[in-house]
């Protein structure tokens, strides 16, 4: 038997026919076939395939990553420049990677992820994996993004329903024994947080450079969403502030580091449990269940209950959206009747009486037959 005659780009070994042929400066070397004609079709279409790439026609293909390897490349390029939470990520992140490992980027499917969820349900509460969940689908559309997949496998993956948000408002009783029960140092800390919504951060970290007395104005630099904002102070919380002794640039100081004081979980336990309702019942446990952001909660929910419209407390709270104050809003049915018999004075100059729940009269004006027939 003859040996197969060489052609141009076409080379024979061990009864196997390769391609070997250069593409823009690049060597492509593969096996082609059995066949001189087989390996004649797979030159043809290989460079063909190139071709296209090279006009723009057709994509090249994705090259796979392990998902541990594009993990801590998210974090390093996304997370830690974009996001002050990013150590929260990072706890995310690895608990991805233990239970994807082994994986590559592409082979994650959705099943996969329904998979993780089922497991990490019976680790963790719902709230907890719909964080992790959330962490995926933001990786997995950096992925497409930066173009090392096509689509995102959890696009159509759904959250777990989580139970409706706790809601802890004080009374007005409550907030009065709070104070009475809280130190000298942290007073002030509790009304800066009841007065005005801001977060425990924001106000432990408050210079005195921040606060414009003659304005009523506190000046917040960096808040949790990475922006700026003026806080309006009330006559009460101002003078608060002002009291308090200055002894550095913080107005909360701690004088063993120089800096300013980081947090008063301790300080803020010891007032709820010294807050009880009657001062002799060693058994009255005090204010039980609170935290130090239920006083933002607080002052958001009081300040629209007593008429101040959502959109400034959004804009005090520092909310991204007016939809995250909405939840603060707890109509009743005194607040809707109050509504409508507001609205209805507009009909007509002649008053109606009607009862409110609390006692309160307020005259309604019916629509006269005039107005009825206009």
Aim: proline letters at 5%; a positive charge; glycine letters at 6%.
């Amino acid at each position: 038997m003859k040996e197969a005659k060489k052609e141009r780009n076409l080379k024979v070994a061990g009864g196997k026919w390769y391609v070997d042929f250069t593409f823009r400066g690049k060597r492509v070397r593969q096996f082609g076939g059995y066949t001189k004609d087989q390996a004649r079709n797979t030159l043809t279409k290989m460079k063909a395939e190139r071709l296209d790439i090279a006009r723009g026609f057709t994509k090249p293909a994705i090259e796979d990553v392990p998902f541990g390897k594009f993990a801590d490349e998210f974090l390093e390029l996304y997370s830690k420049p974009n996001k002050r939470s990013w150590k929260n990520d990072e706890f995310l992140l690895n608990t991805l990677k233990d239970f994807f490992k082994g994986e590559s980027l592409q082979s994650i499917t959705a099943e996969k992820i329904e998979r993780f969820k089922v497991v990490r349900k019976g680790e963790v509460s719902p709230a907890t994996v719909n964080r992790a969940i959330s962490c995926l689908k933001t990786l997995l559309n950096k992925a497409v993004e930066w173009g090392k997949l096509t689509a995102s496998p959890a696009a159509r993956v759904k959250k777990f329903r989580e139970p409706s948000g706790r809601e802890r408002i004080l009374s007005p009783d409550e907030v009065r024994r709070l104070l009475d029960a809280a130190s000298p140092e942290l007073r002030p800390v509790l009304i800066a947080a009841i007065g005005t919504g801001m977060r425990r951060g924001e106000i432990l970290a408050l210079k005195w450079t921040d606060l414009d007395f003659g304005r009523g104005v506190i000046s917040i630099q960096t808040s949790k969403s990475g922006k700026s904002r003026k806080v309006p102070m009330s006559a009460t919380v101002a003078a608060v502030l002002r009291a308090v002794p200055q002894a550095g640039d913080f107005v909360f100081h701690n004088a063993e580091t120089g800096t300013h004081i980081k947090d008063v979980k301790t300080a803020f336990h010891a007032a709820c449990a010294r807050a009880r309702k009657n001062p002799d019942d060693a058994k009255d446990p005090g204010i039980v269940g609170l935290r130090f952001h239920d006083l933002r909660h607080t002052f958001a929910s009081r300040a629209l209950e007593l008429g101040a419209d959502i959109m400034s407390v959004s804009k005090i709270l520092g909310h991204s959206s007016i939809m995250m104050t909405a939840k603060y809003l707890h109509p009743t049915g005194e607040s809707m009747r109050l509504a409508v018999s507001r609205v209805a004075e507009f009909l007509d100059p002649t008053r109606q009486k009607v009862d409110t729940p609390s006692g309160e009269v307020i005259t309604v004006p019916p629509i006269s037959a005039s107005r009825r027939d206009n």
